[in-house]
Structure formats: C-alpha cells, structure tokens
C-alpha cells in the first residue's frame, strides 16, 4: 500500500492554470527548471487528489491537447497503480468519469485528438479490468448502446475493444502465471456475460460504417475471433459481408477481410470439424479467386502479405487436419484435392519478389512436402506435377534479380542471401528426400541449359550464378561424391564437369566468380579423378578473374579456394609446382605501409603462403628442392625482417612503426603457414629445418619492439605451436632459450600469459618426460606471474578484467591438468617448485567452488590424479597431501554436491558429479575403510546426512565402480539434499 504525501503543488486547490504550467515546463525550458517540473508531475500523479483536478480538466474545451493528455495520464497512473485502494465511491467516479467523457465526445462537433482517444480507450480497458463484472457489468452493454450516435461512437467503440483485446491478449509480451489466470478470468467472464450482445454488433457495424471504420471494425473483429465463439461469426450474413469487402476496390477492407478469415481457419478445433469449416468458408476457392485479382505490379502490400497468410494459414491447417486423420484412418482424397489445388496459389505468391511474402509460401511449401513425405507412394502420385512446379518455383526464386544492388561483396542484400540459403534451399532439400531423381533431372536441366559451351557466354550472369548454386545444391545430401576404391565421380560430379572443363564463358561479375569459387571447394577431390581438368582451375585461379581480379572480396575469396585446392589436389599437381611458384612471387612480396590498399591484404597473402607451403610438400618434390623452395619463400622474408628491427624501427615513429610490426606479424604468419604444408617431419628431420631454425631466432629478436608487444608474443607463440608439430624433436635444443625469452615475467600482461599456457600444455603433451627440466623451470615462471596477476583484486566494474581473471585461472587449472595425466607430477614437486604446492593445491580447491561445471569437473579430475600418484603403497610421498585430501577436498565433495544450484538433472553437472564420484572411488581405493569411515563419520554429518541413508551410501560406495556409481550417486544427493 501506497502512502501517499500531499505535494506542495497541492497543498491549496491547485489551479488549472498552474498545473498547465508545470505541464508546459516538463517539454521546454532549460533542464534544471524541466527536472524540477518532471518531479512535480510525478509528485501529483502519487497524489491522492491529482486524478480528481484533472478529471474535472478533461471537458469543455478548457485545455489543449498537451494539458488534456498530461491530464489522461494522471489518471491513467491511478487507475493502473491504486483502482483497488480507491473508495468504492472514487471508483465510481473514475466509471462516472470515463461514461461522461464518452458521451461529450461522440456529442462534439470536432472529434477528440486522435492520440487522446487512444489514451482514453486505454483507461477504458484497465477500468474494464479491475471492475467487470463486479462493479460494472454493464460495460460492453454502455457502449453498444450509443452506437446509434453514428461514426463517432462507432470509432470509440472499435478503440475501446483493441484496447480490451490487449489487455486479454497481449500478443508482444511475456506474461506471468497471475497475469495468465487474470486474462483467462476476463475472457470467460466476457463470454459469459456479455457475448450475446457484442455477437450481433459485428454484422450492423460492417453493414452500415463507412471506410475506413469499416476496415477497423474488421481488425478488431479478427483480433476477437481468437478467443470468442466461432459461432458468433459463421453466419451466411455475416460470411457474405466478408466476402464482399474482399471482392470490393478498398484494399484496407481487403487486407482486413483476409485477417478475419484467417482467424476462423485458425480456430482450434477437432480435425473433422476444422475441414468442414474449411469447406463452409470455401477457403481454397476464396484463395484462388482473390490471387487470380493480382496482377503482380501495384498491388497494394498489405492486401498480398494477408492474403499469402491466408493461403498458408490454410495450407496448414489442411496438412496439420489430413495427419490426425490419417492416423484415425479417416478417407482424405478432399483434402488432397484441396492440396493440390493450393499448390499453384502458394507458388505465385513464392514468385513475389517481396522476401517476407515469398517467405511465408516457402515455409507452407515446405510443410507441404514434409507431410507428402509420411505418404504411400500411391498416395504421393496426385501430388507429383505439384511438386515438380513447386521445385521450379523455388529454384527459380533463388535466381537473384539482374538489378539488384550488389553490395560491395558481390553479394545480394543480406535478406535475400538469408531467405534462399535458408527457406529456399530447405524446401528443395526436402523435395530432395521425397524424390532425388526429379531433383536431380530438374537441376541437370537447369546446370546443362546454362553452362554448356556453346550457351554459356549468351546466358545472363544471374543464370550462372544459380546454375552454380544449384550444382552446390545437388552436392548437398549425405551421398559421397565419390564412391569405389578406385574413387569414381557421382552424377553431380559429372555434371561439375561443365564447370571443370570449361571457362566460365568469360563470366567476370563478382557474384559468378564468389559462387564458382565455393563450387571448386566443393568438388576439390574431382580433380584428384579427372586431374587433366586441374590446369584449366589453375589458369582461371591465377587471372583476372581470381587471385587478380580487381575486386579485394573476389581475390579474398580466391586466396581461401586456391589454398583449399592446392591441398586437396597436392599430389597431381607434379610439374605444375614450379609454374604455380612464379606465379604467386609477385602476390607474396611483402609491403609495408598505405601501399598494401592495392594489393593482397596480410590475410590472404597468409593463405598463399600456406598454398606455397602445400605445393612445397608435393609427393612429387624431392627433399633438396622442398629445402630450396622454403629458403627463397622465406630467407628474403627473414632478412627484411631482422632488418626492420634492428634499423627501421628504431628510426621510426607514430604510424609508422605500427605499420612496420604489422609487417613483422606478416613474416611471423608466413612462415608458421608455410610450414603447415610440409609433410610431418622424419627421423632424420625435415629438409627445410635449418630455415625454421633459423626464422625462430629471427623473431625472437622482435621481442625488443615497444609497441604492439602482445600481439607479437601472440605470433611468436603460434609458430612455436607448429614448430612443436613441424619439427618435432628437432627444435628441442633451440626450445629453451626461445621459451626464456617468450616468457619475460617481467613483461607479460594477462593476455601474454593466457596465450602461453596452451604452448606449455602442448609441449607436456607431446615430449612428456624429455622436457620435465624445462616444464620445471616454466611452471616456476608462469606461476609466479600467475600470482602476481591475481594477487590484484580487480575492480568490481571492469567487466574485461574480471572475465580475463577468471579465464587466467581456468588456464592454470588446464595446465596443471596437463601435467597429472602425462605423468609429470613431478615438477609440482620439483626443488624448483616445491614451495609452490600449497599455493597450487588451494587454487585448485578453490576450483571445486567455480560456478562452472566444467571447472569443477577439471579440478576434480586434477585431485583424483594426484590420489593416484601421491597416495598409492610405491608412489611419492608429499609431505601433507594425504592430511590435505582429507580435511580440505572430501568435505567440499559433498559439501558441492548439496547446493541447491548443482543441478543433477543438467549434462554438464551431471559428467562433474561423475568426477566428483571417481575421486571417492579413488579414495576409498587408496585408503580402505579409513577413507569410508572419515565420510561416514566426519564429512556426511557436516552437511547433514546420518542415520540409515549415510549407511546406504557409505556401502554403495564402497561396492561400486565408475560404471554403476554414478546413479547411487545422483539417487543420494537427491534424496539426502534438504527439500
């Protein structure tokens, strides 16, 4: 309950000319004095009597509209915040209020603002709701009865029930249960008490408005078809006035009329019911009529969008009526006659070049053909000539107009892109399933008529477009594109041959080439089959209408492909390798500065670094020309690189030296893709490891470059991760220094550090124990910058640094992870690190504690390694641990397990509960019936477990194995969790 203190405003009788005022000053003046009149206004609508004034305001033409909605306002705050603690008298005065401003204003000569009989149907509506039909059962019966009063009243009357409508049925808004049942309440209380009267409104209404209260009167009885009784409306005259406003010339009568029907086939109700419902409004021949009056130009939009949700409507309703039929065997030769007839309307309305209106078809469309789908094959033959022109019509929808807006990717505006990637491509995939072949002799159709030789220069540059979309199309279902040991093209793989074997008809527009380029990665392997047709990609590749084509997205684009290409095609390529080289030199020369706008940006250039790597490890390249191909792709990349550090940088400032680090970055890129193509290393290494040798003492003398530190110890990082992969072993004796230098505690930032860590884990991953001594000197180091960075709490508002915090500890935990499943438990214990341990061990409890299961279950699965290794009868003894297990870890067990958040019934909980029962398992394995007594007798009662149920577990546990323990462990912590 409100208490409600009298404003100074309102202590005397407050003027109209004073709250006009303070009404006038919440819009204009300077903003201390409009603050101060905002507070006052609110100050009179908390106020007891500020509704009462401003009731008295609303009439006679006293105010203007700004006063009068100001007013509206205070009394709508009222009504929505205190109608309940109202007097039952000021509640009839609030009824009184509303009753007499409804008859002064259908009574005027000029008609309220549009914006105040808006707000006034708003009051009208909570009113309604807080009072009918207790205290105003009268309500729709007060209205009704002054529609004789002519448009006027009729217009309030339709404003009132949209307003209601929302109230019962908000559409745009989540509701609470309370809400839910309060709206249920209203409704039925509608229904009871004042549906008979609203029912024969509707029909004088629309028999004697003029447009365009007409056109509102059929909104709103749309919106009330949803939830009153369908038989207020199924009516022959009621039907009939709906039918001729939809044959009429006012499109908004139109578009409504359609919403109405649309309604009535959407009424919930049993299948058999529904079609005959469906064949009493006639539905599929309204349908067809109303689409055969467009004519596809100037046709009003919001007639087409209803009618297209009228035909899908009723295209569903149909298919959702025909599959519990079927079901109940029920006869449905009508309804797949209705189907049947439907499917041209619903493909005129996908040829609208209006993406929502075509949309909507699509998706009927596509439930059309799931449910053919569920058919008998002697079912689906009535519908095989639909199909095949539904087929035609999406596929001829993905076509893009010839004068589109192509924006600067050569690409179609994002909605079209979305709608054929999307809905198009999921209607004809689903045509697809139903049947393949007719798919696949429509789109040879299609591809053939297009791309042959002899048609391919003529054709439009959207054609070839679509015909090669529709090849990516035909290559989409789980089929290989090739079968047999020997691999052998498939269908779709022959018909890429017009694609392989031709040249695009010298097709250069930028949406052509982005599609065949997506259409070569598809098809790769094709080559590896037809390898004569590789010369012929090649050529296009390395033109003007790839890697040079003056468009930076078409390039871009042929950068990845080529790539894509030259690996997947590497051992074909033989003699080629030399061409292909001399031509790509030109596009590697490295450029620093503005210059680059013209040419390959670093990231493509990164991917022809990379096609330069593959094409360096072809089967075909001895080892001595592999070793010379990398030194001239690299060494001249190297010296300009040691050079830029040692001269260049030091002598430059400002942008200047930001281009030059991001040239340094470039170099870094290069080499570490470049390596990514050469085949793993042999026992005797690989030949081009005297240049990544040589390239990584290189880089690490950038670490000396002020500027741009962290991104140069993240290029750094990422060659050092292919260089545990390229070399091997090989890079072992270079690997100290380089990782000292590296790990400069004294320089790193958070971010320096988290990118470290994945390194440190790859190389305890992959050489274990052959570089514990390093590992151990490392762990050193990143702990002690691990502490000094989390030592400092970081401010509660910095949102960036909490997140970097947090994921700096879940790298520790993955890196001690690391070391307990490789075996490397012994540089927690090194002489190094020793001192560490209990520092290690209480960050990894408070692990346990992290709000993430995945955490938990990381920090559990560290602990139940360490029991392994530190407990067992041979293992080492760590001075504390066993004490540490048992007063520190076994309560946090279930002292987890029992917090009302940690939801069993979730996966990602449920694996971490796992792990928590796979340290108990290990526990009880290492220590016996000690560990199962200290449960039973120390950790159970602590979370307030005893009796028979802490028996139960206790022999459960101590019977059970990782298999069958998980269950019993869910089953206690549900029954033992406090309800």
């Avoid at 090989?730 to 860590?757: G, K, R």
């Amino acid at each position: 309950t409100h208490t409600h203190t009298q404003p100074e405003v309102l202590s005397h009788a407050m003027s109209l000319e004073e709250f006009a005022n303070i009404v006038r000053a919440c819009h204009d003046g300077p903003q201390d004095v409009k603050a101060r009149a905002i507070a006052c206004f609110n100050e009179i609508k908390e106020s007891a009597e500020g509704w009462l004034y401003c009731a008295q305001w609303c009439f006679g033409g006293q105010v203007d509209q700004t006063v009068q909605f100001a007013c509206l306002q205070v009394i709508e705050h009222t009504v929505r915040h205190r109608y309940e603690q109202l007097s039952r008298d000021d509640q009839a005065n609030v009824r009184a209020f509303l009753t007499a401003w409804m008859d002064h204003a259908i009574q005027a000569r000029e008609p309220p603002a549009t914006v105040i009989r808006n707000k006034m149907a708003q009051l009208f509506a909570l009113v309604f709701a807080a009072s009918f039909p207790a205290t105003w059962p009268e309500f729709f019966r007060e209205l009704i009865a002054r529609l004789e009063h002519g448009d006027a009243a009729v217009d309030l009357y339709v404003r009132v029930l949209d307003a209601v409508d929302s109230v019962v049925i908000e559409r745009d808004m989540a509701r609470t249960s309370e809400q839910q049942q309060q709206a249920a309440r209203l409704k039925d209380a509608v229904r009871q008490h004042a549906m008979a009267e609203m029912g024969g409104v509707w029909l004088s209404l629309l028999q004697r408005s003029q447009s365009p209260l007409c056109a509102d009167v059929l909104e709103v009885m749309a919106a009330y078809i949803e939830w009153m009784d369908l038989d207020l409306f199924v009516n022959p005259a009621l039907l009939r006035e709906l039918y001729a406003r939809l044959r009429g010339r006012d499109t908004r009568q139109q578009a409504q009329a359609c919403a109405c029907l649309e309604a009535l086939a959407c009424k919930g109700m049993a299948p058999a019911a529904k079609l005959q419902l469906l064949r009493l409004l006639d539905l599929v021949a309204v349908t067809t009529q109303l689409t055969a009056s467009f004519s596809g130009e100037g046709d009003d939009d919001e007639v087409v969008e209803n009618a297209v949700s009228l035909t899908a409507s009723t295209t569903v309703t149909l298919l959702e009526c025909a599959e519990r039929l079927r079901e109940e065997g029920e006869d449905l030769q009508q309804v797949h006659e209705s189907l049947v007839a439907l499917v041209p309307v619903l493909i005129w309305y996908i040829s609208v070049r209006d993406v929502g209106v075509s949309r909507q078809a699509v998706e009927a469309g596509e439930a059309y053909v799931r449910f053919l789908k569920s058919l008998k094959p002697e079912e689906i033959a009535v519908h095989t000539q639909g199909v095949r022109a539904l087929l035609q019509a999406a596929v001829t929808r993905m076509r893009f107009d010839p004068d589109a807006d192509f924006n600067a990717n050569g690409e179609a505006d994002e909605d079209t892109q979305d709608f054929r990637s999307r809905e198009l491509k999921a209607l004809v995939g689903n045509i697809q399933h139903l049947d393949s072949a007719l798919v696949f002799a429509f789109g040879h159709e299609v591809v053939a008529k297009t791309l042959a030789p002899d048609v391919i220069a003529d054709a439009a540059f959207v054609d070839v477009e679509l015909a090669l979309y529709v090849i990516l199309l035909l290559a989409e279902p789980a089929r290989p594109l090739f079968s047999g040991d020997e691999p052998t093209p498939s269908d779709v793989c022959r018909l890429f041959a017009l694609v392989a074997e031709g040249t695009l008809g010298g097709h250069t527009h930028r949406c052509v080439l982005l599609q065949y380029f997506d259409v070569l990665v598809r098809f790769s392997r094709y080559y590896c089959t037809v390898p004569e047709t590789l010369p012929q990609a090649l050529r296009v590749f390395l033109s003007d209408k790839g890697l040079q084509h003056p468009h930076p997205a078409v390039r871009s684009r042929a950068c990845y492909v080529f790539m894509r290409l030259i690996k997947d095609t590497s051992g074909q390529l033989g003699r080629l390798v030399q061409h292909i080289l001399s031509a790509l030199v030109p596009m590697l020369e490295p450029v620093v500065g503005s210059e680059r706008e013209r040419l390959l940006c670093a990231e493509d250039q990164l991917f022809l670094y990379e096609a330069a790597g593959y094409l360096s490890g072809c089967p075909q390249i001895s080892p001595q020309d592999q070793k010379l191909i990398v030194e001239s792709l690299l060494n001249p990349l190297l010296d300009y690189f040691a050079r830029v550090v040692r001269e260049d940088l030091p002598a430059a400032d400002g942008n200047a030296q930001i281009d030059l680090v991001e040239f340094l970055l470039l170099v870094m890129g290069a080499a570490t893709r470049v390596s990514k193509g050469l085949p793993p290393p042999a026992k005797h290494g690989s030949p081009a490891e005297p240049v990544f040798l040589r390239a990584m003492r290189v880089f690490f003398s950038a670490l000396s470059v002020p500027i741009l530190r962290s991104k140069i110890r993240a290029g750094l990082t990422t060659y050092l991760h292919r260089m545990v992969s390229s070399l091997g072993e090989h890079m072992l004796p270079v690997l100290p220094e380089a990782l000292q230098a590296l790990l400069d505690t004294s320089a790193c930032e958070v971010d320096d550090i988290q990118i470290f860590i994945p390194l440190y884990t790859q190389l305890a991953s992959k050489f274990k124990s052959s570089v514990s001594s390093y590992l151990n000197e490392l762990f050193h180091s990143l702990v002690t910058a691990i502490s000094k960075i989390l030592s400092v709490e970081p401010d509660p508002a910095d949102t960036n640094l909490l997140l970097a915090h947090a994921e700096l500890r879940k790298g520790f935990f993955s890196m001690v992870h690391t070391l307990v499943c490789n075996g490397l438990c012994e540089v927690l214990t090194s002489q190094a690190n020793v001192g560490f341990l209990p520092n290690v061990l209480n960050t990894v409890l408070q692990g346990l504690s992290d709000d993430e299961p995945a955490t938990k279950k990381l920090c559990f699965s560290i602990f139940r390694r360490l029991a392994t290794f530190w407990l067992q009868p041979d293992g080492v003894a760590v001075a504390g641990f066993d004490d540490f297990v048992y007063t520190q870890v076994l309560p946090t067990c279930f002292r987890t397990v029992m917090q009302p958040h940690f939801n069993v019934g979730e996966g990602q909980t449920y694996v971490a509960m796992s792990e928590i029962g796979a340290f108990l398992l290990e526990m009880r394995k290492r220590r016996g019936d000690q560990m199962l007594n200290y449960v039973r007798q120390v950790c159970l009662p602590a979370v307030g477990v005893d009796g028979d149920l802490a028996d139960e577990f206790c022999a459960a546990l101590a019977q059970s194995n990782r298999s069958n323990f998980p269950p019993a462990f869910k089953s206690f912590i549900l029954s033992a969790r406090p309800r």
